[in-house]
């Protein structure tokens, strides 16, 4: 048995104690943790033979797929620091990530290679047919690579203190930001959630999240712990879910709130046959409506709910155990194991039960920072406020922007945000990335954007915009442009023109006045 | 029930995406709507909607896949395959 200090270790573990175990599923396809430990040693060979030195960064473009999962084990074996570009992403977001943290090695489907600016990076790992464009000097076909090597065993030395991925996510200067995340921040991460989801090699956990989610990333690292079963689900149409759920009779689904409003659309084929395997299904990234919450209630009534919350910087913070469910969805429950929540008031004191103060995060999952911004990492880490003095080297904790409350019993409730962030579909989204991308249509002089509550979404992203053309009133081009270079959560659902947006008294536009004046529409 | 064939309903789910989604662009009937990034899942619930209300059809659970809805060249043989 190999110490569990990086995610590869978790892979070679499950396959050393149960070889001919499935550990991956896709369509039709199994794939057992022995076909993923040789799979892995392949293409990890492949990846040094391309020069990837330990501590790069290796990006995988690609739709969830076996590849992808072997992709990420690969890098982290060959020291690298694996990159998932979610799939939905457009070439400017995903160029723009390829420079941020130069990638210099991508791993994608041709179709999306094809994509991208001849050049982008120095070797492509494609799957599919040969990419027509010249994304990368050289070109290596994933299946070839695969299907020759894995015999050998390459493996660098690699700490729980080297990096282990970027997760990137929206930044308030109108461009993502990757969060810096180590092998330790992974490899605990899985532990602790699926000591409290009480993961066992038995499970078969239906994985329907992006890997470039932290949160979906962590049903890969917790499978592979325990020597589960993951089942790699493309479509989130009630149909091929509720299909997937039954021939593949998982036990364990994580989702985002407009998840469960999918899944909903069958409560007649839910109530006429339950989904009796399903042990337990956990929430995150927003909050799920009361409403959604008590009708998974009545139609799983043998599933354990877990809701939990977690942000990026951090991985996983808190949970609601499933007992403690009546406490409302508003309730964020307690620390996750091994970590403390702080909450912290305007005087820099921890706050009294009742009194609103800011989350902040104490763990073994706090990450290392936004890469390369030193700025935002600064106001976001900072040093454990209630440490001794005496400590010369400083603990980082993680200021969260979210304010949350605590009653007597311990228990956490979320209140709002500090800042202007948009949460929807899961994803959160800072109004200057939506912003940014209706200024760069060339058309628009000015855009003020923000959320609405949204009874499925969280919220949607209302724009309102001025045009440099006054005449012109369409928004239609507007649309047009967004959705071909943009991720669809980041569109907005609605586009308002008004000749002028309100400017605050130092000339920048008005926030809260434009959202007010759309809020009540 | 009235007949629709899937040339009927191409336009119309056309219409439907170009109004609530994409803005003018016109996209070809077998450009794939899902995986390329123009719909999401909640969008084709919605979409869904449209259709049942337009076409007077019922989607059943088990038929809301992404073989059906993949396309809208897919999406019109199964108004079509409804109202037959």
């Given amino acids: 048995m190999y110490p569990e200090f990086t995610v590869h270790h978790l892979l070679h573990n499950a396959a050393e104690r149960n070889p001919n175990k499935v550990a991956i599923v896709e369509g039709d396809a199994e794939y057992t943790y022995e076909d993923l430990a040789r799979s892995t040693s392949a293409l990890c060979a492949a990846f040094m033979e391309a020069g990837v030195q330990k501590g790069d960064r290796v990006g995988v473009y690609m739709e969830k797929s076996w590849e992808a999962v072997v992709a990420m084990l690969a890098a982290s074996q060959a020291g690298a620091a694996f990159v998932n570009v979610n799939p939905l992403l457009k070439p400017p977001q995903v160029q723009y990530i390829a420079g941020d943290c130069d990638i210099r090695v991508l791993v994608g489907d041709s179709a999306k290679l094809d994509t991208l600016e001849p050049a982008m990076v120095g070797t492509a790992f494609y799957k599919g047919d040969e990419p027509s464009t010249s994304v990368a000097g050289s070109l290596r076909d994933v299946a070839e690579v695969l299907r020759e090597g894995g015999d050998g065993h390459p493996e660098r030395t690699v700490l729980e203190t080297d990096l282990g991925t970027i997760l990137y996510t929206s930044g308030s200067t109108g461009l993502p930001k990757g969060v810096a995340t180590s092998q330790s921040n992974l490899v605990v991460g899985a532990q602790i959630v699926s000591t409290y989801l009480e993961n066992t090699e038995d499970d078969r956990i239906l994985s329907a999240l992006p890997f470039s989610f932290d949160y979906g990333l962590n049903q890969l690292t917790t499978s592979i712990r325990v020597g589960a079963t993951l089942i790699l689900q493309h479509s989130r149409l009630p149909g091929d879910l509720l299909r997937g759920l039954r021939k593949h009779e998982a036990t364990g689904l994580a989702g985002v709130p407009p998840l469960w409003a999918l899944l909903l659309r069958s409560a007649k084929a839910l109530e006429e046959q339950p989904l009796e395997h399903l042990r337990y299904i956990t929430n995150s990234g927003g909050r799920i409506p009361q409403s959604n919450l008590e009708e998974l209630r009545r139609l799983l009534p043998n599933t354990k709910i877990y809701l939990m919350y977690g942000l990026t910087e951090a991985f996983r913070s808190t949970y609601l155990p499933p007992e403690e469910i009546d406490r409302g969805t508003e309730c964020i429950g307690k620390a996750i194991p091994n970590t403390e929540i702080l909450v912290i008031n305007k005087d820099g004191q921890e706050a009294a039960p009742g009194e609103v103060g800011e989350l902040v995060h104490r763990g073994p999952t706090v990450a290392w920072g936004y890469w390369g911004k030193e700025e935002e990492t600064r106001r976001a880490y900072r040093p454990h406020p209630f440490a001794p003095p005496e400590l010369l080297i400083q603990e980082q904790v993680v200021y969260s922007g979210d304010l949350v409350q605590r009653d007597e019993k311990g228990y956490l409730y979320f209140v709002g945000r500090e800042d202007n962030m948009i949460k929807t579909q899961g994803y959160r989204l800072s109004p200057e990335e939506v912003e940014n991308l209706l200024v760069s249509t060339g058309v628009v002089r000015e855009a003020c954007a923000f959320g609405i509550t949204d009874p499925d979404l969280g919220q949607q992203v209302v724009a309102v915009i001025s045009l440099r053309d006054g005449d012109e009133s369409s928004v239609d081009p507007v649309r047009e442009y967004c959705v071909k270079n943009a991720p669809p959560y980041m569109v907005p659902k609605e586009i308002h023109v008004e000749n002028e947006l309100p400017k605050t008294p130092s000339g920048k536009i008005d926030r809260q006045t434009v959202r007010n004046a759309y809020a009540d529409r | ?84």
Avoid at chain 2, 3 to 9: E, L, S
Avoid at chain 2, 65 to 70: A, I, K, T
């Fill in chain 2, 1 to 84: 029930m009235a007949v629709y064939t899937a040339d009927d309903a191409v336009p119309e789910i056309r219409g439907w995406i170009q109004e609530n989604v994409t803005g003018s662009r016109e996209i070809p009937e077998d450009e794939l709507l899902i995986e390329k990034g123009y719909l999401t899942s909640l969008q084709t619930v919605e979409l869904v909607m449209f259709l049942e209300d337009r076409f007077g059809i019922n989607v059943e659970d088990e038929e809301f896949s992404e073989e059906n809805f993949g396309t809208i060249r897919a999406i019109a043989e199964l108004v079509e395959s409804k109202t037959e």
